[in-house]
């Protein structure tokens, strides 16, 4: 019994150092995806802007 509680014991230590570490990390990753977001945004925004002034715009 005291072999299996060392053992959870130390697989509960690594999982909860595992997810400090995410913890930590994740809102920079957020933040980093954020500004690549933006970025793609305006250029589907300037291509929609292109498409409807297009005067090849067949009908």
């Known amino acids: ?19 400090g570490i995410l913890w930590i990390l994740v809102p920079f990753l957020i933040m980093g ?8 945004i305006r250029r589907v925004e300037d291509l929609e802007r292109a498409s ?4 090849n715009k067949k009908k």
Request: net charge positive; no cysteine; glycine share 6%.
């Open 1 to 19: 019994m005291n072999v299996f509680a060392g053992t959870l014991g130390l697989i509960l230590m690594v999982f909860l150092f595992v997810l």
């Open 52 to 55: 409807k002034v297009s005067p």
């Open 33 to 40: 995806t954020n500004k690549r977001l933006d970025k793609l």
